[in-house]
């Protein structure tokens, strides 16, 4: 039995940012007791509305979630804001990107941020992101946003699994829109059309609006607006807040919103097995094993498919009922 | 025991494209024919070299493979190139690539050109592209060329599997740098700068420079140069080729090549086992039960932690030896 600090857990709370804190660092250990801290603050999640905010870097992402934080505050919203950062090991993009950030919104009592960073834990990044937004949630925070760079498969897939999620493109994101079209179009609740007053706005516009009416509908099915601002300038930033109530609306008047949650809890759930299966098999054990035959496989004595499944037939031996040590 | 057409097998040469075609497709399947054939080609594969080509899109990644395809064709060598595209579903871009790329070499019988598209399949991409590079190996192919677009975690992985890797900028590449610093350093056995006769040349070879000198190394460790070229002109490629041939020798005079190809089947395997387990794990029985626990676990009446552990433990047992049914 897994001893968890039930004080700790009394204590979490919007008023107490530094026991947040600490539950956060303590479940983004991975260790037996953060499950447990999971398993037990799961009842009191559920309550925060959960708003991803993606697209390529440079397209002012943190301006717009600051300027959106605002506006919830306004409303008397708590905010919790997790930031995935492709920092990197030289300039410490998270740590300078926070700092530009806390002089706007960070000194506001009703704002939580944690920053991430996706050096050499892309594998990991999806399960500590959303474990971190369930502390947040169990906490109190009335909004969670995820922000993140959307760069690659995983990016996208943290995005995805929020509520409603945003696509944010600037005119020059030509290239971008083009590499990861497919992917947008999935994940897109909407589209916002940041730093719409720059060159290139009108063509950007319309070759988001192709690429949506591409996409089939019905009259059940969201119809992914696009919206324009300018987040720097505090202009049109509204708008994008009422379409996300918009969103929200449509998703509770379909009884939309629990059957996204269930699809995300079901990816999240195949995470979490997969894991486990992965730590339980690459123990000791068999990663030597493996050091040991894979020069077999290298000098072409056995493929890699054979020696795969001699690998799992171990594994299978090892986790048997009949053999538990 | 799964029956593999031998004659097929026996077939499989440079001088028989139509075999190797089909090979690939067959091994593409995912059946357990394509295990048994991928199996029994592992003896013949290992004397082909591999080199993956990546960058971000736009950087003439195609062009650098034709020019560089075009200087092995030349000294008698047979080449296999791979292109992983970003399709679009909608201008169906990798095909339209391959039609240019058909005119300038993909009618010489020396070369075998196989386009894969990353859409919906991003997980099992980079399985698929390493079986059919063990397909070109087998068929006797001198070179084969990995051809990705750097966008995701996903495709620097598939370019990492090669023996050189090279990563290919632009002077117009900043963001890309930015965005990938971490990722490229780790796989880059050497940089090129294409279009190097466009503004801000220069720079970009000043802030790779900068990346490069921050990488730790010793005598023992190959120190990984800059190339400038101009593909769309020719020029500059003999110095990528001297470069590929340079990271070559410099990993046979080191033993580096085996204990290179060694790392690569490690992770090869370890996906190979993972895609089984979660092949097992995720029959019709076990969906079934999460399709309806997972609800539960939206009602916050069960965490998603305490559902994963009850169906993996449900795993557990029917693989039980006591337990086959």
């Not at 306004?74 to 990197?88: F, R």
């Not at 020059?172 to 999935?186: C, F, N, T, V, Y």
């Not at 930033?237 to 009884?255: A, M, R, T």
């Not at 493929?303 to 538990?324: H, M, V």
């Amino acid at each position: 039995m897994i001893m968890v600090n039930i004080e700790l857990l009394e204590k979490l709370n919007t008023n107490n940012k530094r026991i947040v804190s600490r539950t956060i660092s303590k479940v983004e250990n991975n260790s037996e007791e953060s499950i447990e801290i999971l398993k037990q603050i799961h009842s009191k999640t559920g309550n925060a509305y959960r708003i991803g905010i993606t697209g390529p870097p440079g397209a002012g992402k943190s301006t717009l979630t600051n300027q959106l934080t605002k506006i919830y505050r306004k409303l008397g919203k708590t905010v919790g804001i997790i930031a995935v950062d492709p920092t990197s090991p030289f300039t410490g993009g998270a740590l300078l990107g926070d700092r530009v950030r806390m002089n706007e919104i960070g000194m506001d009592e009703g704002v939580f941020i944690r920053s991430m960073a996706t050096r050499g834990s892309l594998g990991g990044l999806s399960k500590k992101t959303i474990d971190t937004a369930d502390v947040l949630d169990a906490a109190g925070y009335d909004i969670i946003i995820f922000e993140t760079v959307g760069v690659g498969q995983s990016e996208l897939d943290i995005a995805k699994t929020a509520d409603t999620t945003l696509v944010v493109l600037v005119p020059e994101s030509g290239d971008s829109i083009q590499a990861m079209k497919a992917g947008l179009m999935e994940i897109a609740d909407f589209f916002v059309l940041n730093k719409s007053d720059r060159p290139g706005s009108d063509s950007a516009f319309q070759a988001i609006k192709t690429i949506l009416g591409l996409r089939a509908h019905d009259e059940n099915s969201w119809l992914s607006p696009i919206v324009k601002c300018i987040a720097q300038e505090n202009k049109g930033i509204e708008d994008v807040y009422n379409n996300i109530e918009n969103h929200k609306s449509f998703l509770e008047s379909k009884n939309k919103l629990n059957e996204r949650r269930a699809e995300n809890y079901k990816i999240r759930i195949k995470g979490i097995i997969g894991s486990k299966l992965h730590v339980e098999i690459w123990n000791t054990k068999r990663e030597n094993l493996l050091n040991q035959k894979v020069f077999d496989v290298v000098e072409r004595d056995i493929s890699p498919y054979t020696l795969a499944e001699t690998l799992l037939s171990n594994f299978k031996n090892d986790i048997s009922p009949n053999n538990q040590d």
